[in-house]
Antibody, heavy 121, light 111 residues
Framework: EVQLVQSGAEVKKPGESLRISCQGS????????IGWVRQMPGKGLEWMGK????????DYSPSFRGHVTMSADKSISTAFLQWSSLKASDTAVYYCARLIYSSSTYYSEYWGQGTLVTVSS | QTVLTQPPSVSGAPGQRVTIPCTGG?????????VHWYQQHPGRAPKLLIY???NRPSGVPDRFSGSKSGTSASLAITGLQAEDEAYYYC???????????FGTGTKVTVL
């Protein structure tokens, strides 16, 4: 069974750093890109970017490039999303997803359960 | 920047048919990039509903169907059921933004 299990909810202060994780199981982790999606409170889905766990090549959405860092450790089938200095506006649920290529675009076939990140002083 | 527009809400009685349009432009749907659809119940992770405009993953009821016309795509739900009450998002790629994009989202209410 394909599963993506994300790390638990986090409460942080502005300026703090954070790394959240997404562990895959039930499939060859290096055979699929992993995407990240943000959902701010009461809002829609936003594409952040994707990473190829086989070589850690990243493809960021221009809106998120420079604000977050995606990484992966294929030895433990885990992808990471990290911030060096959080802002209150980073408060959101973050989802990881296993991506599949469909003729011209990737789509999110399986999703993690989401990680709620709350940034508040 | 909004590039895929959806109506905020649609509603229908049980058993009825509803459609959700996803309106794009020449740099996304019109550029022949595939459209995919996701369903999200409140407090839950999104779930893949349709990929490549018209394809349903295993386990998705055939009440859900997708289509494309020009620079727009649509999701249709026939035989509306109470459990279909959720948010629905389209997704594609935009060559001007050089990024994947989601639609603005539509809340489906079953009356």
């Amino acid at each position: 069974e394909v599963q993506l299990v994300q790390s638990g909810a986090e409460v942080k202060k502005p300026g703090e750093s954070l790394r959240i994780s997404c562990q895959g199981s039930g499939f060859g982790f290096t055979n699929f890109w992993i995407g990240w999606v943000r959902q701010m409170p009461g809002k829609g889905l936003e594409w952040m970017g994707k990473i190829d766990p086989s070589d850690s090549y990243t493809d960021y959405s221009p809106s998120f490039r420079g604000h977050v860092t995606m990484s992966a450790d294929k030895s433990i089938s885990t992808a990471f999303l990290q911030w060096s200095s959080l802002k209150a506006s980073d408060t959101a649920v973050y989802y990881c997803a296993r991506l599949i290529y469909s003729s011209s675009t990737y789509y999110s076939e399986y999703w993690g359960q989401g990680t709620l990140v709350t940034v508040s002083s | 920047q909004t590039v895929l527009t959806q109506p905020p809400s649609v509603s229908g009685a049980p058993g009825q048919r509803v459609t959700i349009p996803c309106t794009g432009g020449s740099s996304n749907i019109g550029a022949r990039y595939d459209v995919h659809w996701y369903q999200q119940h409140p407090g839950r992770a999104p779930k893949l509903l349709i990929y490549g405009y018209t394809n349903r993953p295993s386990g998705v009821p055939d009440r859900f169907s997708g289509s494309k016309s020009g620079t727009s795509a649509s999701l249709a739900i026939t035989g509306l059921q109470a459990e279909d009450e959720a948010y629905y998002y389209c997704q594609s790629y935009d060559s001007s933004l050089t990024s994947y994009v989601f639609g603005t989202g539509t809340k489906v209410t079953v009356l």
